[in-house]
């Protein structure tokens, strides 16, 4: 089983990290101005700017 790649507010960090916003669909989507948060293992993820997004991890 693999791990998720995208996730909702509620959820918390798989992994210590550097997340940022991305669109519905995909990375590629361009956000403009996207959040950028650093989480440790265990943290639930905060709001992101409007209901369509979600968190992903940068590499």
């Known amino acids: 089983?693999?791990?998720w790649s995208e996730f909702d507010p509620e959820h918390?960090?798989?992994?210590?990290g550097v997340y940022i916003e991305v669109g519905e669909r995909?990375?590629?989507m361009g956000v403009n101005d996207p959040k950028k948060i650093s989480l440790?293992?265990?943290e639930?993820?905060?709001d992101t700017s409007n209901h369509n997004r979600k968190w992903?991890?940068?590499?």
Do not use: Q, V, W
């Open 1 to 3: 089983m693999g791990e």
């Open 12 to 16: 918390r960090a798989p992994n210590d």
């Open 56 to 59: 992903k991890r940068l590499k």
């Open 44 to 46: 639930r993820f905060p």
């Open 40 to 42: 440790k293992k265990g």
């Open 26 to 28: 995909s990375f590629h």
